[in-house]
């Protein structure tokens, strides 16, 4: 677990440094207060999303009472937070561009923290024949679910950064929703590979919270690129 707080720290520290990157960063939301504001929100979404949802899935898994995180939690939680904050302070599009790569980024490296951390983590996956699984130290081999998150976004964050260089606008405009449904689409996958329980018609509770960011991202791709999911740049 100390491997892990390591990563953890790796994968702040790179985040932060990458988010510094941008000159451009701040022209989604130009005036001042309103960005500390904005900022503050973000936070305080991320926060409470990363620990009311990790614990609910720990109780509904273990139904034992543990502090749990989840950065799937942290994200969902921010976007309902700042969707709300956005509605009241009467924000249009995309404001989460700058945020990208560095939570790309962030979440490769922290998932490989989890990955280290073996089975007290809890993000290890179920029992598996394939060559490349994984024994955690209870003579099990696993699927390596942390690692295949990892290779995700890792895959994610080149794409972002190469459709940043390209069309800086269409990235500021369709790269926060695509890191959505991307990340939410490869997360429901890997969801199926883990001991969780199921909440609802064979799912987990990540999984039900997939499906909601899939549909958010969805619909606000559809709506930027004028009623077509995607759009060549």
Request: proline content about 2%; hydrophobic content about 50%.
């Given at each position: 677990?100390?491997?892990?707080?390591?990563?953890?720290?790796?994968?702040?520290?790179t985040?932060?440094?990458?988010?510094r990157?941008f000159?451009?960063?701040?022209?989604?939301?130009?005036?001042?207060?309103?960005?500390?504001?904005?900022?503050?929100?973000?936070?305080?979404?991320?926060?409470?999303?990363?620990?009311?949802?990790?614990?609910?899935?720990?109780?509904?898994?273990?139904?034992?009472?543990?502090?749990?995180?989840?950065?799937?939690?942290?994200?969902?939680?921010?976007?309902?937070?700042?969707e709300?904050?956005?509605?009241?302070?009467?924000?249009?599009?995309?404001?989460?561009?700058?945020?990208?790569?560095?939570?790309?980024?962030?979440?490769?490296?922290?998932?490989?923290?989890?990955?280290?951390?073996?089975?007290?983590?809890?993000?290890?996956?179920?029992?598996?024949t394939l060559p490349?699984?994984?024994?955690?130290g209870?003579?099990?081999?696993?699927?390596?679910?942390?690692?295949?998150?990892?290779?995700?976004?890792?895959?994610?964050?080149?794409?972002?950064?190469?459709?940043?260089?390209?069309?800086?606008?269409r990235?500021?405009?369709?790269?926060?929703?695509?890191?959505?449904?991307?990340?939410?689409?490869?997360r429901?996958?890997?969801?199926s590979?883990?001991?969780?329980?199921?909440?609802?018609?064979?799912?987990n509770?990540?999984?039900?919270?997939c499906i909601?960011?899939i549909?958010y991202a969805?619909?606000?791709?559809k709506?930027?690129?004028?009623?077509?999911?995607?759009?060549?740049?």
């Open positions: 677990m100390h491997l892990h707080l390591w990563f953890d720290l790796l994968a702040y520290g985040s932060a440094y990458v988010l990157y000159p451009k960063k701040y022209s989604l939301l130009p005036k001042n207060e309103q960005r500390w504001y904005y900022y503050t929100v973000v936070i305080v979404g991320f926060v409470l999303g990363a620990f009311v949802l990790g614990t609910m899935n720990v109780f509904l898994s273990t139904h034992t009472w543990a502090v749990g995180k989840s950065i799937l939690g942290a994200i969902f939680g921010g976007i309902v937070a700042v709300i904050y956005k509605k009241v302070a009467h924000i249009k599009g995309s404001t989460g561009a700058y945020f990208v790569l560095s939570l790309a980024l962030g979440i490769a490296i922290g998932r490989l923290g989890c990955f280290f951390a073996g089975l007290e983590d809890y993000t290890y996956g179920v029992a598996t490349w699984g994984v024994d955690f209870d003579g099990v081999l696993r699927h390596p679910v942390q690692l295949y998150e990892s290779l995700a976004m890792g895959g994610f964050f080149f794409y972002a950064w190469w459709m940043y260089k390209r069309d800086v606008a990235f500021e405009k369709t790269i926060f929703y695509l890191f959505v449904l991307f990340y939410a689409s490869q429901f996958v890997w969801e590979l883990k001991p969780y329980a199921d909440v609802a018609l064979g799912l509770l990540f999984q039900w919270v909601g960011l549909l969805y619909y606000y791709l709506k930027e690129n004028h009623g077509t999911l995607f759009r060549k740049i």
